[in-house]
């Protein structure tokens, strides 16, 4: 069983969450991953180190290459955790609309 602070942790990291947005789309090798960034392999396997701990990713081991997958049971308890403070992002959303919908258009010639 992994905490839930490994896994907040995990997501703490912009790079950490990028990687786990590009493994949304489908397993990856960790070589496609580690292209996507300005960062070096070395780096990059270090924070999907970290993500494998965390429980947020899986390897699968594909003749000399690993093939990296999301873990989405993780992610599940996260939003479930959340779940109770959506109201308060629905109150501020419904406020920030309200306001943008009183804001006259200043390109509207009327």
Known sequence: MVSDDAV??????PVRRRLLELLADGPRTAGDLAAQFELSRPA????????RRARLVRDEPVGRRRNYHLATEPLAQVGEWLHPFE??????????ADVVE???DEEDPS
Do not use: G, K
């Not at 109201?87 to 920030?96: A, M, P, Y």
């Open 102 to 104: 009183a804001t006259p």
């Open 44 to 51: 990059v396997a270090e924070h999907l180190q970290v993500l």
């Open 8 to 13: 907040f942790l995990a997501l703490a990291n």
């Open 87 to 96: 109201r308060f992002w629905r109150e501020r959303l419904h406020s920030f």
